[in-house]
Nanobody
Framework: QVHLEESGGGSVQAGGSLRLSCAAS????????MGWFRQAPGKEREFVAR????????YYVDSVKGRFTISRDNAKNTVYLQMNSLKPEDTAVYYC??????????WGQGTQVTVSS
């Protein structure tokens, strides 16, 4: 089993920054890919970014490119999402997830990010 725990959410004004953290524990070797997702009120959950533990290869949804940066610290089994130039439309509950055999099977509890205009 894998346990994921997010932290770092909060409220910020537009243009501000936040850094989310996701600490992984358990059978972390079974989840080579880590992702961040978000779900805004009344909307479906959407993919934001992903990273591989081994090479640090990253991929982002177009709407956050140039503003968000995903990174990892293998020694701490922790993945980060640095969010800069935040916009009100970034308001959502942010979830980290671990992919096993290409499927995001493991999810954290989520952390709220609120961006005010």
């Amino acid at each position: 089993q894998v346990h994921l725990e997010e932290s770092g959410g909060g409220s910020v004004q537009a243009g501000g920054s936040l850094r989310l953290s996701c600490a992984a524990s358990g059978r972390t070797f079974s989840i080579p890919i880590m992702g961040w997702f978000r779900q805004a009120p009344g909307k479906e959950r959407e993919f934001v970014a992903r990273i591989t533990w081994s090479t640090g290869s990253t991929y982002y949804v177009d709407s956050v490119k140039g503003r968000f940066t995903i990174s990892r610290d293998n020694a701490k089994n922790t993945v980060y999402l640095q969010m800069n130039s935040l916009k009100p439309e970034d308001t959502a509950v942010y979830y980290c997830a671990g992919a096993e055999r290409g499927v995001y099977n493991y999810w954290g509890q989520g952390t709220q990010v609120t961006v005010s205009s």
